[in-house]
């Protein structure tokens, strides 16, 4: 409604939201690759701490600018929830990263590996969205993306059951499945941020329709 | 105020609220009964997967009819407060459940057991508010009951701290640590969620005063 | 603006954010204390029990006073935001002193110490920020001071990484690293949830700019 009003004021808020996203997506990948092609952990940690940072500084400048901004193209407090919540993967993706270099992990199981890619996958998706927030026109596309990542959240689920199950039912140390637990629930935590961003998302669509 | 001007539209959420709650009262004695009467533990926390999911439903259809819905009898943010923050109770239930089942606990504590006890009874008393919500002219009554559950969260909380003191202080292996350390978090953490709800309706009760 | 039109009104909440902001900085110099000169820690986390038990007094009477008052000098979810956050870190703090009496731990490493201690630092600019906050006209001097929160989060993050790095490296026994894993995450979640209360306290510095 507003943005119909004053079209052209707050749109710089999608750039943030994408290139946000983008920094989350690149981040995303950067982990993938750290699992699947173990080595050199504390390096690619710290490439990815890098990434988190310019994620940060886009968060920044986001909300500072809400605050400047009196006509928002969609409702102020889904501005906030949006940013906050993507900058919310980010975080755990660095987290998760910085935790493998941490705990001295050096070799990786393919469970973890199957997180990051269906990771991966629903970091695509929240891209995409971003991308169709801006003409919310076309808002049945945007609801079918946002099914798309509540089917990855699901998946993810599904992995990190088994991953636990194959983790508790081994041999392993403890002091082992203490550090592959967590680094499993960060990894499905990461997946359940995405959800969420999807969840305001979809609010979003409903509310302009 | 809206609701007195527009008497008949939105009333559809109090039926939500009551059929959700009416679900996690469900899955709680579920719980309860399976840590009380252990056995079988793959098929009963599937049963209380079934009922996460009509859970689930709920919550998707409350969620689209406050986008379509203008006037709401209640405040907008108040009712997805509301219909999430059950959700969290019920989410925590099923992946309690899952738990018992997934780190292949064959006998359970009476910690556990009198745990989901607490819950049961919190849950009991969000089932009894959001029947209160309904009519607020009684307004008294629904604050008296959301004492009831905060006490009730104290109760889980003095559990708890019995339950981790006993956990720790005997010779018990780090794995059965871990596994048990979850499963007492996850039924405090499920009764903690019930004054999360209940401090909604604290704040509902006191706005329409 | 509504502060302006009815000067008078609803200024009491300033009180309730100091009021709280002391009983925290109080349980946070409490812990550092404990931490830094062990002993008697059933009576010393028990004082701390209370502390938190008034600050949660404080907190109630403010959410009621929020719920009856019709003009407040900052906006209401901001308000309510404010004190549940401020909450979250004083409920943190008596949390980790419950947890050290629990769990039996007798000796407390330097990690912990100084965790705490930035804790401390961390609460003190939050009290700084409060104080600040009932007069916005000075509004560069909350953001600097939520700016120095920030720092402080960002330390607490360091100390954690080095705190688990070395709890990892040593042969220390898988319980062990259990319990003193749980306290270090207390204490940097409580470092963090100043950052939660920064980050409403700069928005509000922004919107009334």
Redesign the interface.
Known sequence: MFARIFPSEGKGFFDFFEQHAAKTLEAAKLLHEMLSTPGDFAARARRIQEVEHEGDEITHRA??TL??TFVTPIDRGDIHRLITRLDDILDLIDATA?RIW???ITTVDQDAVQLAEVLVQAVTQVNRAMAGLRNLKDRNALIKICMEINRFENEGDTLL?SA??RL??GDK???T???F?ELYDFLEDAVDRCEDVA?VL??VA??Y?
């Open positions: 909300v500072e605050h400047k910085e941490l705990y001295g059951r636990l199950a508790f039912s140390d403890p002091i499945i203490i550090k637990k969840n979809e609010g409903l509310e329709a």
